[in-house]
Structure formats: structure tokens, C-alpha cells
């Protein structure tokens, strides 16, 4: 069953900008309370972590999107996004979601991001 749902992937040419958002499938899952992180995976490689942003508010970012990519979250709207500007096509990957409370892990389907050169 789908626990994590992400949308705003698509087709971009280089240097555009996507903003990928991620919410709960079911009411019953509270995301404002789970540590939320985004990970992509390319084809032929493996599933690599991009961002987070705890409960608290804090960020952080893998290097090579640092200076491109804004990641944040709507408690009001119980909503986690990833603003990507500045695309590259070796951004080009399969979008998860990922929410993390204590020993329980949740996991999106993915949102597939394309950038064209």
C-alpha cells in the first residue's frame, strides 16, 4: 500500500526548475511528526539520499544539489517539498520520499524527474 505519495516530477530542459512535493497517503499518518527526507535513484546505480529536514526544522543537503535545491516543509498543509532549480540532466532519477519516526520508516512510490540537455 501506498504510505507516502510524491508529485511535481516531469520533463525539464537543462537549467529549469521542478518543485517535487510529498504528502501522506492517509490522514492517519501525522508527517509533521517524522524526520522527512528526499532520495533518488539514477538508472544502473543506486538509491542515493539528496535531503532532509527534520520535525525541527533542520536541513541539510548532499553536495551536489546544496547550492541549487531548497528543501522544506507545511506543517499547516502536512506537506514536505523539494524546490530544484538550475537542473542538470544528471539529475535525472526516480524522486522517493522517506519519513522516519523512531523505528518506523515510510516510503514513497517516486516521481520520475527528467532533464533533457
Known amino acids: 500500500q501506498v504510505q507516502l505519495v510524491e508529485s511535481g516530477g516531469g520533463l525539464v530542459q537543462a537549467g529549469g526548475s521542478l518543485r517535487l512535493s510529498c504528502a501522506a497517503s492517509?490522514?492517519?499518518?501525522?508527517?509533521?511528526?517524522?524526520?522527512m527526507s528526499w532520495y533518488r535513484q539514477a538508472p544502473g546505480k543506486q538509491r542515493e539520499w539528496v535531503a532532509e529536514?527534520?520535525?525541527?526544522?533542520?536541513?541539510s543537503y548532499i553536495e551536489s544539489v546544496k547550492s541549487r535545491s531548497t528543501i522544506s516543509r507545511d506543517d499547516a498543509k502536512k506537506t514536505m517539498y523539494l524546490q530544484m532549480n538550475s537542473l542538470k540532466p544528471e539529475d535525472t532519477a526516480v524522486y522517493y520520499c522517506?519519513?522516519?519516526?523512531?523505528?518506523?520508516?515510510?516510503w514513497g512510490q517516486g516521481t520520475q524527474v527528467t532533464v533533457s540537455s
Open positions: 529536514v527534520s520535525r525541527f526544522g533542520t536541513v
Open positions: 492517509d490522514t492517519l499518518l501525522n508527517i509533521n511528526d517524522m524526520n
Open positions: 522517506r519519513g522516519r519516526a523512531g523505528s518506523r520508516n515510510y
